[in-house]
Each structure stands twice: as C-alpha cells, then as structure tokens.
C-alpha cells in the first residue's frame, strides 16, 4: 500500500506543480527638508528704480551709476530653518562680463551690476549668497544695483533687466 500512496502522490504533484513564491522589496524613500520662509512680505518680484541716469555721466568707459542699496528680506522662517542660499541666474552681458546682467531695454552701451554688502562681492549669475536665520526668524540680504557701461558712450533709453533668484531653505 505504501508504494500506491507514493504513486498517487508523484501523479499529484504532475498535476498540480508546486507553487513557488518571489520576494519583492519595497523601498520608501524622501527628504525632508526646511520649510520656506516669507520672501518680500509675499510678493514674488521686487523692483528696483535706479532712476534718471544723464548719458553725459556714461560717456567715458567703465562709468557707472550711483549704486541703489535694496534688501533681499525673509521673515516668517519657521523653527527648522537655519539657513537660506540664494543663487543669482540672468542672462549675463557680453561687453561687461559674467558679473554683470544685460539690458534688455533700449538703452545702449549699459548693464546692470548687483553687489552683496556684506561681503563687497558681485552677484552675477552663478554667485550663491548663503545667510543663517536670524533669532527673529528672519533674513535680511543687503544689496546694491547700478547701470555700468564698459565702453563708454552710451545712448539714452531704458534699461531693463531681470535677475533669477532661487532659493534653497536647509
């Protein structure tokens, strides 16, 4: 009887061939990170008027404007942000160079220049500006614009020109 068993068990499992199972990994991964502080009070641009430039005053090379000083300014950071990077991107000016941002306004011959206060160095596209939160909460980034002409003689009109900040909360 045993050997009949054993048949009947072989012709079973001929029929009904054993199931194997796949193991399958789950990865869940993100980040996270600090929360954003309030940027300009909420609003997403801020204008910079250099004013009424006298051409007579850009008519020899590398003359520039009086600067402007402006504020880059968070308030609101929450409690898990320490710091924040602000990287500067815009079309940059051939005649003037990597630090400084082309006008797209009919003025000829200019561009515009940005500076950091604190540190005196230019915010041209590339430049990565990096500041801790303050203890009230709050980030102020001292800043200046001007016009500068390279070459000299420049012909009146307007100058307009923008500047990408992006920031990054850590």
């Known amino acids: 009887m045993h ?59 590398h003359s520039h404007s009086e600067p402007v000083p402006f504020a880059l300014r968070f308030t609101q950071c929450p409690a898990g942000t320490k710091s924040v ?6 079309v940059t000016d051939p005649a003037a160079g990597g630090d400084y941002y082309k006008n797209s306004g009919s003025a000829g011959g200019v561009a515009v220049g940005l500076q950091d206060l604190l540190t005196g160095n230019a915010a041209g596209a590339g430049t990565r500006i990096n500041r801790p939160v303050e203890s009230d909460r709050t980030i102020t980034l ?4 001007w016009i500068y002409s390279s070459g000299g003689g420049v012909t009146p009109g307007t100058v307009n020109s923008t500047v990408v900040l992006t920031m990054q909360y850590n």
């Not at 079973?12 to 300009?40: E, H, K, M, R």
């Not at 001292?142 to 614009?145: F, L, R, S, V, Y």
């Open 3 to 61: 050997v009949i068993n054993s048949a009947i068990f072989a012709s079973w499992l001929a029929i009904f061939p054993a199931c194997a199972g796949d193991s399958v990994d789950i990865d869940v991964t993100g980040d996270i990170v600090a929360s954003p502080c309030i940027f300009n009070g909420g609003n997403n641009g801020l204008n910079i008027n250099l004013g009424d430039i006298y051409a007579s005053n850009m008519a020899t090379p």
């Open 85 to 90: 990077s602000v990287q500067f991107s815009g």
């Open 142 to 145: 001292g800043m200046k614009a």
